[in-house]
């Protein structure tokens, strides 16, 4: 039985997560989510299918990267690269001396011209042909998710840059994560890491203590994932069912607000959701009644910044630094 007290603290946290995790849903768009398909319950059908949880996501990663690496869209990737190629021969050849034009000069524009390609694609991951290839043969959907998968390079590349220069804490992963939050609303492209760093700040700025724990797993084969626990008061990290009732989960990449209590009422909650159990995660933030204070301010101006974007949609604390090529395989 819960005393006046205990049962008062209950409904503020429990309303501030609401509040919280309802603001988040209105500023994400699960269309603008990457791997949105893999931010989804596993249906019964797909447990039935292979066996468990964990079998059944892999299934769908699997369908995924076959569904990307498909010899149709390979071959418009390679097509587009090819006639980029002919088109820079052609044109060099048209501008060259009638007298010095020949087969051997179009053959060394046009590997001139590939190599160009190359070059262009790998700094900017996206060819203008190739785009204008899935404009044409492929659906409005796939065209979709190659922009969407523009602007996630794009928020990578200028996360790379601001790590560099801004250093709110002495924790490296904790400070990339808080910048993905921050360039994810900017860009209007989101991950698991950006949509909990953002959980984070909103939390913070509510001003309304609570303890609060930041869980992480940077896994392999997309195996890792992000989210944010509040008021987990007793129990064991890594087994959930030695937690309070009035735990909370926010997740905004599976797109919930959910108690301890409802998690343990369904016997099979991590076959549905297997990236979620806490069996292997990492607590990245630990905030408390010890160090409430100390984390607010730590985080007043990465807040102060999140709200700024979301004003005026600008950040870039350093474009003098050059980008990083360096990306942690995260959902």
């Not at 048209?94 to 051997?104: A, G, P």
């Not at 011209?113 to 190739?130: D, M, R, V």
């Not at 724990?213 to 008061?233: A, P, T």
Request: overall charge positive; proline content about 3%.
């Amino acid at each position: 039985m819960k005393t006046d007290h205990q049962l008062t603290n209950y409904l503020i946290i429990e309303d501030v997560c609401k509040r919280v995790y309802k603001e988040i849903t209105t500023l994400i768009t699960r269309s603008n989510i990457i791997n949105r398909r893999l931010a989804q319950p596993i249906t019964s059908n797909e447990l039935q299918i292979c066996g468990n949880g964990k079998e059944a996501y892999y299934q769908r990663v699997l369908a995924l990267n076959s569904e990307k690496n498909s010899l149709s869209i390979k071959a418009v990737k390679m097509g587009s690269l090819l006639v980029f190629s002919l088109l820079v021969g052609f044109s060099l050849l048209l501008v060259q001396d009638t007298e010095k034009r020949s087969s051997n000069s179009f053959i060394d524009f046009s590997l001139l011209g590939f190599i160009l390609a190359l070059f262009h694609k790998s700094h900017f991951q996206n060819f203008p042909l190739e785009l204008t290839g899935n404009q044409l043969f492929f659906s409005k959907k796939m065209n979709e998710d190659c922009r969407l998968e523009d602007r996630y390079n794009q928020y990578m590349a200028q996360t790379r840059n601001s790590f560099q220069c801004y250093h709110p804490t002495n924790n490296s992963v904790l400070n990339e994560s808080i910048l993905r939050g921050i360039y994810g609303v900017k860009n209007n492209v989101h991950d698991c890491v950006s949509i909990s760093a953002i959980v984070l700040m909103k939390l913070i700025q509510t001003g309304q203590y609570m303890k609060i724990e930041w869980l992480h797993q940077e896994g392999k084969n997309y195996d890792g994932h992000f989210y944010i626990v509040v008021n987990r008061q007793k129990g064991k990290l890594h087994q959930l069912n030695t937690w309070n009732d009035d735990a909370w989960i926010i997740d905004g990449w599976y797109d919930f607000c959910i108690s301890a209590k409802k998690i343990k009422e369904d016997e099979n909650f991590f076959q549905h959701y297997p990236v979620l159990t806490p069996e292997r995660k990492i607590v990245l933030v630990d905030i408390d009644e010890t160090n409430w204070q100390e984390w607010k301010d730590k985080l007043a101006k990465s807040c102060q910044r999140l709200e700024a974007v979301l004003k005026t949609g600008y950040y870039n604390p350093c474009p003098q630094v050059p980008y990083l090529n360096r990306v942690i395989p995260i959902i």
